[in-house]
């Protein structure tokens, strides 16, 4: 699925959507969300040669948006020589199979939109194992109408991933890729559970970076662990998740990870397809909520990520609110909170306030101490070890120095054998 886009002639796309008063706020289109699918183009290597948004009661059945306006899109279409149209919402088979023949170019909906980028991005195994089977769960059920899109050879918009002769062939041979790919991501999850059960074993929290995309995420993962991401101005540009981990004090260390960049209307399959990746969302025990706080649609990005945060994570889990880029705004545009912090990641601003209120959410008064335990209760090294991070282990004449960090529970249990406070 290696992108040849760079090599091939600049798409220009008209966008197109509908706001239809039967539709939920999910599914209609709005000059927003337009403005978001314009950057979604960018993002893919196109550009934007008109917007049109159509107001209708209900789609209409043939063309979607109506005969009348239909045509004025072809118009448009051909007065600026463009070579696709991209619709905002998510069309049916029959809808795509009638727009092309009106136009006379490819027509293309969001979710085919986002499967290109992240076509583009996906670097590693993982990904593109995630990716693939987000796209024919996609195409499968458009096969019959995606004529134009499916003759199309090379590395344009929409024609990453699966190549013609592939999606030619019956159902059946899909259905059957399908399986393969989702028991092969469900070996990538076995692999994850095995390393986050090791983690657990450590007693190391797990610490969830989630948000918009292009809120700024991976560039707070790397001023906080130097992971040296590339953090681009980009939307999707974190799609494989990278975990590192973050000393947060003498008493706390934690695993961080980056993961995939929320975004309204995220196809369903998508979601399902990346759940190898968000399900550490899953087994977090504190999601950093990462907020663009000079972001116009802020409040609208805010309900869309908490929405996908109480579908994904664990009930109860705790979210901290990180309005970041706040060197951007007048302090009085972001709400102060117990779990609230005002951060820039790129100025490194902040960080010593976040680290501070990481501790105090994980509600881990954790005792780094040093036991000197007789030979006699040799079987607390490996409780220890189960239970507890431990530093080192040490066999002297005076008994098993361990040097570890506890939870209260633990701290109790082997008060008894503390021997220095660190």
Excluded: W
Aim: aromatic letters at 4%; proline letters at 3%.
């Amino acid at each position: 699925m290696e992108s040849n886009f760079d090599a091939m002639v600049q798409e220009r796309a008209v966008l197109v959507g509908l706001n239809a008063d039967c539709f939920t706020k999910a599914q209609t289109a709005t000059d927003e969300t337009l403005e978001e699918l314009e950057a979604l183009l960018e993002t893919a290597g196109g550009f934007c040669t008109g917007k049109v948004l159509q107001n209708r009661h209900t789609p209409d059945a043939h063309s979607f948006i109506g005969e009348g306006k239909a045509l004025e899109v072809k118009m448009l279409v051909e007065a600026t020589a463009s070579t696709m149209v991209i619709f905002d919402n998510e069309l049916s088979a029959g809808h795509i199979r009638a727009l092309e023949e009106i136009f006379g170019v490819t027509v293309l909906d969001r979710s085919a939109l986002i499967l290109d980028i992240f076509a583009q991005r996906a670097k590693t195994k993982e990904g593109r194992l995630q990716v693939e089977l987000a796209q024919y769960q996609y195409l499968l059920p458009r096969l019959s109408g995606m004529g134009k899109s499916l003759s199309r050879q090379g590395g344009g918009i929409g024609t990453r991933g699966p190549g013609e002769t592939k999606l030619e062939s019956d159902r059946r041979h899909i259905r059957e890729r399908i399986t393969r790919l989702q028991h092969e991501l469900e070996q990538v999850r076995q692999v994850r559970s095995v390393a986050r059960e090791r983690r657990m074993k450590n007693s190391v929290p797990v610490v969830a970076i989630v948000g918009y995309t292009n809120a700024g995420k991976s560039t707070l993962l790397n001023q906080l662990t130097g992971a040296g991401i590339p953090a681009n101005n980009r939307l999707f540009d974190t799609l494989d998740t990278t975990s590192r981990q973050l000393t947060v004090s003498d008493n706390l260390d934690v695993i961080l990870s980056d993961t995939v960049g929320f975004i309204a209307k995220l196809p369903h399959h998508l979601v399902d397809a990346f759940r190898a990746t968000l399900e550490e969302l899953e087994y977090a025990d504190l999601l950093l909520h990462v907020i663009d706080s000079s972001d116009p649609e802020r409040e609208e990005h805010i309900e869309v990520v908490d929405k996908l945060i109480a579908k994904l994570s664990k009930p109860g889990t705790k979210v901290l609110r990180c309005y970041n880029k706040a060197d951007l705004v007048e302090s009085t545009d972001i709400p102060i909170g117990e779990d609230v912090v005002r951060i820039s990641a790129r100025h490194g601003y902040g960080m010593d306030a976040l680290l501070q209120a990481i501790e105090k959410a994980l509600g881990h008064s954790r005792h780094h101490v040093v036991l000197t335990l007789p030979y006699s209760q040799g079987g607390l090294v490996d409780t220890l070890h189960k239970n507890a991070q431990v530093k080192s282990v040490e066999y002297t004449g005076e008994g098993i120095v361990v040097e570890t960090i506890l939870d209260p529970i633990l701290y109790g249990r082997m008060k008894e054998y503390i021997a220095k406070e660190c």
